[in-house]
C-alpha cells in the first residue's frame, strides 16, 4: 500500500515508511546471517493424550538467540522471514533439526513419539516440498510416521486444488497431518473433507475462557464434534488450567497441550523429561505442572 499512497504523494518517502523498509531489509540481512552463526534453536512442548494421560507427542517450537535482544519470539520475526522469503531455508532447518532431535532421543532409548513441525504458508507452497521432507527423514533417518506437519487453514485453503495434491502426497510418504490454530482462519467444509488430514488443533483463543465463556465452549465443543465425524482426532492447545483440561477430557477431546503440562522446553531439558517419563510408566499426569 505504500507503493500506492507514495505513487504520486511525497508520503512514500516519509522518513517512516522509509525506516520500516530499512528496518526490514536490516532484519532480513540480519536473520540471514543468524541462521549461518547458528543463532536459531528448537524448544519442546509435549502432547499428553486424555484417555490415557500418556505422552502422545511433542511439538517443536523455533526461538532465536539474537546476541543483543535475547530470545527473540517466533512471532517477531516469523512474519518477517515468511515475507522476504527466508522461511524456506530457515524452514528446512527447523524440519532437519526436529528430526535429527527425534532421532537422538531414540538413540538414547526413548520411546519413539511423534515430533510435530510447524510449516508455513509459504514453505507449504514450494512445489517441491514433498522431495525436500523425502530427503530430511532420509538423512536423518526418522520414521515418516514419526513426523507431524502442522498446517494453517490460510496455507491449505489458499489454493484447495494445489494443497490437496502436496497432502495427499505427504500423506502417502506416512506423515501425520494437522491443521493448526483451527477455527481462526477461513476453512471451506467443503474442501477440508478432501483433505487427507488426520487432526485438528483447537486454537488457543478458544480454550483460553473455555470454562467461563459459553460462546467459546460452544465453538470448542463443535470443533471436536466436526473432528470426530470426520474420523479425525483433536489437539487443545493452550491448557494452563485443570479446569480446561477437565473441560476437554469430559468432551472427549483426544490430545492436550499447554503451560498446565509444560511449557516449551529447550532438548536438554525435555530429554531431563523424558528420562522421568519412563521411570513413571509413560504417564505424564501428576508429573508435570506449569
Ligand atoms: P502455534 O504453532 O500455534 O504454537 C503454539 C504457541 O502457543 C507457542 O507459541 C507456544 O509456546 C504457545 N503455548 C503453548 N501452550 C501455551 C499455554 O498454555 N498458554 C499460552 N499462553 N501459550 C501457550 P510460540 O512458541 O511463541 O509460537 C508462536 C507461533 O509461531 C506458533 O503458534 C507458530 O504459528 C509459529 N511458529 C513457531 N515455531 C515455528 C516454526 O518452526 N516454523 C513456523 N513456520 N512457525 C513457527
Ligand atoms: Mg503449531
Ligand atoms: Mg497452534
Ligand atoms: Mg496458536
Not at 497441550?257 to 525435555?270: D, H, K, M, N, W
Request: charged content about 25%; proline content about 4%; glycine content about 6%.
Amino acid at each position: 500500500q505504500a507503493k500506492e499512497a507514495g505513487r504520486n504523494t511525497c508520503h512514500f518517502f516519509s522518513p517512516e515508511l522509509n525506516m520500516r523498509a530499512t528496518e526490514r531489509l536490516l532484519l532480513e540481512s540480519t536473520m540471514r546471517r543468524a541462521l549461518e552463526r547458528e543463532e536459531f534453536f528448537l524448544v519442546y512442548q509435549p502432547q499428553m493424550e486424555l484417555r490415557s494421560g500418556h505422552i502422545a507427542g511433542i511439538e517443536a517450537l523455533l526461538r532465536w538467540r539474537h546476541p543483543d535482544l535475547g530470545v527473540v519470539p517466533p512471532n517477531n520475526f516469523i512474519p518477517i522471514a515468511e515475507e522476504t522469503g527466508l522461511i524456506v531455508p530457515l524452514g528446512e532447518w527447523v524440519l532437519a533439526e526436529a528430526c535429527r532431535q527425534a532421532v537422538r532421543w531414540q538413540q538414547e532409548g526413548q520411546p519413539p513419539l511423534r515430533m510435530a513441525v510447524n510449516v508455513s504458508a509459504r514453505q507449504f507452497r514450494q512445489r517441491n516440498l514433498g522431495l525436500r521432507i523425502e530427503k530430511i527423514l532420509m538423512e536423518t533417518g526418522l520414521d515418516p510416521a514419526l513426523l507431524e506437519l502442522e498446517l494453517t487453514e490460510s496455507a491449505v485453503m489458499e489454493n484447495p486444488e494445489e494443497a490437496i495434491l502436496t497432502l495427499r502426497q505427504l500423506k502417502k510418504m506416512g506423515i501425520t497431518l494437522s491443521i493448526d490454530d483451527f477455527g481462526t482462519g477461513y476453512s471451506s467444509l467443503s474442501h477440508l473433507k478432501h483433505f487427507p488430514i488426520d487432526r485438528l488443533k483447537i486454537d488457543r483463543s478458544f480454550v483460553k475462557h473455555v470454562t467461563r465463556d459459553h460462546n467459546d465452549a460452544t465453538i470448542a465443543e463443535a470443533i471436536i464434534a466436526l473432528a470426530h465425524s470426520m474420523k479425525l482426532t483433536v489437539v487443545a492447545e493452550g491448557i494452563e488450567h485443570s479446569e480446561q483440561m477437565e473441560f476437554m477430557h469430559q468432551r472427549h477431546c483426544d490430545t492436550m497441550q499447554g503451560y498446565y503440562l509444560s511449557r516449551p522446553v529447550t532438548a536438554e531439558e525435555f530429554g531431563t523429561f523424558l528420562k522421568r517419563l519412563g521411570e513413571s510408566d509413560g504417564k505424564a499426569h501428576g508429573l508435570l505442572g506449569g
